[in-house]
């Protein structure tokens, strides 16, 4: 692989890593929004540790849901 390639493939990956990350910033702030709506209020200590909560088991499912997919998309399921 040339240098080129290789900067366009790092590049490329970047790029995709900040697309990323603000379409997690724009879910973020959606979920909270509906989190406020909701409960009221995510400014306690307890609302905030229940919101953790909360996405850190939707990230986890949504991860196995993904991974499966691609499993199943590459015919290893």
Known sequence: MTLRSEVLTQVA?????????????AWNGA???IFKAVFGTTDTITGQLIYAVLITIIAVVATIMIARSVASAKGEA
């Open 13 to 25: 990956a970047l790029m995709t890593a900040a697309f990323g990350l603000v379409a997690a910033l």
């Open 31 to 33: 979920i909270q929004a």
